[in-house]
């Protein structure tokens, strides 16, 4: 009799725990349905169906029974994924997973956010419904002009340039590249339909972030321009502020302001602090629309990091410096936390950015890395609850090493940069530092060993 009240009572105990549902999956709004494989998290992992995924996002998926390789591709985007590998290829560069892919009931599983985010998408993750909502970048971009806010970090080498598009025609620019670039940036505003702009920061005194705001500011009517209040006796610096001046727009120093554009806020993270360093005077701002946050660090390193104050996490991290080792450190991003972190540099710069120990500390942080070197212009587009990027992340385990077709010592009319695969004319300013060069004689030479034509000398 003890027995039986034991066995009942463990019996109860059993039928009482509760049942792992598989997830729920949304895709741009639609719910997906699964019949052979469903979800699964495993080890606090999430695997989803890779074909039904990829298919409901316009790919072809094919399978190779051979070599036991899924591949999908759309549009130009071709991603690889060998079962039980961690070390799926986007278009040739390597990604990095947590767990491999795994076949169940004949169908391939695969991380979650892998799967999410191959060709541009967007994942997020609901712990509550224990619901996935995926957001392909497709839908993004047809969002109304009254849904979507998109951030522009236009391509101006070693410098920065960051367009905000607001909805109401609400307009923010963050910093214009050097001088050379005042007419690039005012060109892509034109592009853009931008007719004024409401909000206009200049982080701080370098060249190469206040430099092409003369041509703006004689292109454009600015409603409110802020900076650091750091004053700097360069050309610079003082073809800024007489423009400036000139301009009769609001002016103000950075002083934890907030500007609310409909359900967005823009604030700025700094005030009237001292550093010894003229990077850290860097207007740090933080943009909140909804769900999805992003903060711009201007060139700010890691004093200016430990000060800011109150919430910083941030969807989106604009890094600072360049990706110089002075910042970005790992208690700064412990806190940020980003998914994607964009990085504004120059290629083949003398400075070694982005440096391998931030590159290493972002990866650690799981955050895909955009470049501007590498991809060129890189736009954000969000909703306020979920945001999509136009390009692929940047490989995460390195960039593929190029063989050299020429000894270095050798002549050659048009010089190739290893780590970017662009080659360019021997005159152009964008060079690569002599490690990283590779020589051709000829045009034909460097298009056969793979690699693209530079779109600034456009050799």
Partial sequence: MKRSIILAVLLCFVLALPVSAAPNVILDGEPLHFTDAAPTIENGRTLVPLRAIFEAMGAEVFWDSNKNTATAIKANTKVVLPIGST??????????????????????????????EAFGGNVRWDQGTQTIYITSPEASLNLSSAQKI????????????????????????????????????????????????????????????????????????????????????????????TSVQAEGAKYAQAAYQSFNYGNASFKILTGHEYWEEVNN????????????????????????????????????????????????????????????????????NDYGHPSDGLLTRLQSTGAKIYRTDKQGTIIVTTDGSSFSINASPCSQTGYPVITPVKNIGDSGQYIGNKNSKKFHRSSCSYLPKPANQILFDTRNDAVQAGFEPCQRCKP
Avoid: W
């Avoid at 207007?283 to 910083?312: H, K, Q, W």
């Fill in 87 to 116: 070390q799926p290829t986007i278009n040739g560069s390597v990604q990095q997973l947590d767990v491999p892919a795994k076949i169940v009931n004949g169908r391939t599983l695969a991380p979650l956010r892998f799967v999410g």
């Fill in 150 to 241: 998109i951030v522009h970090f236009i391509d101006v080498g070693q410098a920065d340039a960051i367009y905000i598009s607001l909805p109401d025609d609400q307009d923010i620019l963050i910093d214009a590249g050097n001088r050379v670039d005042g007419s690039t940036v005012v060109s892509y505003l034109k592009n853009q339909g931008v007719d004024d702009i409401e909000l206009l920061i200049a982080t701080h005194p370098h060249e190469d972030h206040i430099g092409g705001i003369s041509d703006v500011l004689n292109m454009f009517d600015v409603e409110n321009i802020i900076d650091s209040g750091y004053p700097s006796n360069t050309a610079a610096f003082n073809s800024y502020f």
């Fill in 281 to 348: 005077y860097s207007v740090v701002c933080r943009l909140d629309t909804g769900d999805i946050e992003f903060l711009f660090m201007g060139d700010a390193e890691s004093p200016v990091e430990s000060n800011l104050y109150g919430e910083i996490s941030a969807e989106i991290l604009k890094v600072g410096h360049h990706g110089s080792n002075s910042g970005s450190t790992q208690a700064f991003l412990n806190k940020v936390y980003p998914q994607a972190a964009i990085i504004s540099v120059g290629e083949g």
